[in-house]
Nanobody, 119 residues
């Protein structure tokens, strides 16, 4: 089970930090990802971490968002800086044993947390 938190309303240029907490520790080779679903659009990849030390980012967030965790822990963070109105979405974390940037790779999902960025 995954639970996201940390969403909210922020002005453009502001920051938020999202948390994704699992009911048990992530195993060392886990792939944990953040996706987001803007209003009326498909769910899209944001960032992922593999084995707690390798990261991949969508081009739209590269340089602004940082995914992090503590090795052996049960929480993954998404630090979001320089937020833009187009970052407005429901943000989901997801877990898989395989690497992938598509929704279908991930079998375990959280319930999502709303992020709203005002202009």
């Amino acid at each position: 089970q995954l639970v996201e938190s940390g969403g909210g309303l922020v002005q453009a240029g502001g920051s938020l930090r999202l948390s994704c907490t699992a009911s048990r520790r992530f195993y060392t080779s886990a792939v944990v990802a953040w996706f987001r679903q803007p209003p009326g659009k498909e769910r899209e990849f944001v960032a992922l971490t593999r084995s707690f030390d390798r990261t991949t980012y969508a081009d739209t967030v590269k340089g602004r968002f940082t995914i992090s965790s503590l090795t052996g822990g049960n929480t993954i963070y998404l630090q979001m800086n320089s937020l833009k109105p187009e970052d407005t979405a429901v943000y989901y974390c997801a877990h898989s044993s395989r690497y992938g940037l598509d929704v279908q790779t991930y079998g375990t999902w959280g319930q999502g947390t709303q992020v709203t960025v005002s202009a």
